[in-house]
């Protein structure tokens, strides 16, 4: 008999009919998403001429992509929460099918980027998955099965570039929304099909001052990061941007702790097990994404330099691709892990293998099995710590709250990789030495950045050695318990079974 927590009312069984088709129709959804935020890294350089615009104008391709995902995940969880996980996670493929024909069909900078910030608004796929599985599938496959979809990000990532490399090399740039587009249909149609709608839900009004509050605050922050090194960190607007930021950001916080129903119940994300996860979870994040700013521009690079190895764009992603994979394949390693010895140390091991795959990167800079090593490993550790974030937040947030506290972790990575790319700027673009006329980035300063990515890992290591302890403590009774509000009722009984922090 499982012991995963009992359905409100219906009393039906605990799992879907097909398991294992849910899955993997929600893994697949998860790297469909995820590879299109790489889809246009090969274009990026071309974004100009094909859209008859400056280079910090197409740069918004990138950012709108940026500032509706970090307004979306959080949102479409809560919406998840109240109205349904599996009709938020349908909009959410619509609107990258949407966003991609608009892509697909734009042959000028606007369209661009609405079509981009409609995919952006995708994002909230893979939190919603997770919290999907979490009411769907019995506790004993719950562990293995969030490892998997949270794997599918980077999995996605990695094996996006060079499959967009490929189709920009021998199509017309737009077959690359096209393709997104068709993966997005086939998505949506599998999750029509064989995903199931949970029966846990909150209810209540959605808080729409907070989402907007929220949203102010967040696009303050992310804008002030990503284009800080484009208008200058001592910039007026830079500066302003984050005193914004800080001033609207503490006054929705204030906001929501006096709601009856938040967006987010700051209480519940207070908690020592949330909170310290989520702040490990944004030097991962860090961690993670300072691979991909250094390993494709390293493989690139002439070889005249001296330390860049002249491959292609091509030869790039297949090098990274490699790193996915391990991803994806250790997901279940890092759900044994967890099983025996609780999520908590499954992080702490991640953080301690990314740390490791760096500090091989610095030495070992000289030939494509080099990198392809060190970003296996990498990936391996990404994987591990990927597979424990989602159990050590579910292990302390009602079930009510599942798709919320999810997407929060979610945009708490994505706030590390953003972070990440504006630190790899400053230091990529500060040391520099000359190519014939063209000023290109040091080998010192990739080996700066590698051990950047290194010490953003130990931090992570460091900072989820204080996550709590918490004993098994056996089978829970009645999701009905959680499902009652979001303000706290029945958050002990809607913990996750056997698991431990």
Not at 222 to 248: C, E, N, P, Q, R
Not at 258 to 263: D, F, G, Q
Not at 338 to 359: D, E, F, Q
């Amino acid at each position: 008999m499982s012991d995963a927590p009992i359905r409100p009312a219906e009393a039906r069984e605990s799992a879907p009919p097909k398991p294992n088709a849910v899955v993997a129709v929600l893994a697949f959804g998860g790297i469909v998403v995820s590879l299109m935020q790489t889809l246009v890294i090969p274009i990026v350089g071309q974004l100009p001429k094909f859209l008859n615009a400056s280079a910090s104008d197409t740069a918004w391709a990138i950012t709108a992509t940026l500032l509706a995902a970090a307004v979306a995940t959080p949102v479409m969880g809560r919406l998840g929460d109240m109205y349904g996980k599996r009709r938020m996670l349908l909009l959410s493929m619509s609107m990258l099918i949407v966003g991609s024909v608009v892509a697909g069909l734009s042959d000028s900078l606007t369209p661009m980027i609405v079509g981009r910030a409609l995919q952006g608004l995708a994002s909230g796929v893979i939190p919603l998955g997770i919290s999907i599985l979490r009411d769907e599938l019995p506790a004993e496959r719950l562990g293995s099965a969030t490892a998997v979809i949270s794997a599918s990000l980077g999995v996605g990532g990695a094996l996006g570039l060079p499959a967009a490399a490929l189709i920009a090399d021998n199509f017309d740039w737009h077959a690359l929304f096209w393709t997104s587009a068709a993966l997005g249909v086939v998505a949506l149609a599998l999750v029509a099909v064989l995903v199931p709608e949970s029966k846990v839900r909150t209810g209540g009004r959605f808080d729409v001052p907070g989402a907007i509050g929220m949203a102010a605050g967040l696009m303050c922050l992310l804008l002030a990061i990503s284009k800080g090194a484009d208008w200058g960190w001592g910039s007026g607007t830079t500066l302003g941007l984050f005193a914004v930021a800080v001033v609207i950001l503490v006054a929705w916080g204030s906001y929501e702790l006096r709601v009856t129903e938040p967006l987010v119940d700051l209480r519940v994300s207070a908690r020592p097990q949330v909170l310290v996860t989520n702040a490990a979870s944004v030097a991962i994040g860090f961690a993670m994404f300072s691979m991909s700013l250094v390993i494709p521009q390293l493989l690139q690079l002439p070889e005249q330099t001296g330390y860049g190895l002249g491959k292609s764009l091509l030869t790039a992603g297949l090098v990274m691709a490699p790193s996915g994979l391990v991803m994806m394949a250790l997901a279940p390693v890092s759900a044994l892990v967890s099983r025996a010895k609780g999520p908590k140390v499954t992080l702490m091991i991640g953080a301690l293998i990314v740390a490791v795959g760096y500090g091989l990167n610095v030495v070992l800079m000289a030939e494509v099995w080099h990198f392809v090593l060190a970003s296996c490993v990498i990936g391996a550790g990404i994987g591990f710590c990927y597979g424990a974030m989602p159990a050590l937040i579910m292990g302390a947030v009602p079930a009510s709250e599942t798709g919320s506290a999810n997407s929060l972790n979610t945009l708490m990575r994505s706030l590390g990789t953003s972070v990440a790319s504006a630190v790899a700027g400053v230091v990529l673009a500060q040391m520099t030495t000359r190519l014939g006329s063209f000023a290109v980035p040091s080998e010192d300063a990739f080996r700066t950045v590698l051990a950047l990515g290194a010490g953003a890992a130990l931090v992570g290591f460091v900072v989820a050695a204080f996550i709590p302890r918490r004993r098994p403590e056996g089978p829970t009774v009645a999701r009905a318990e959680s499902a009652k509000g979001s303000t706290g009722a029945g958050t002990e009984s809607a913990e996750v079974p056997a698991v431990k922090a």
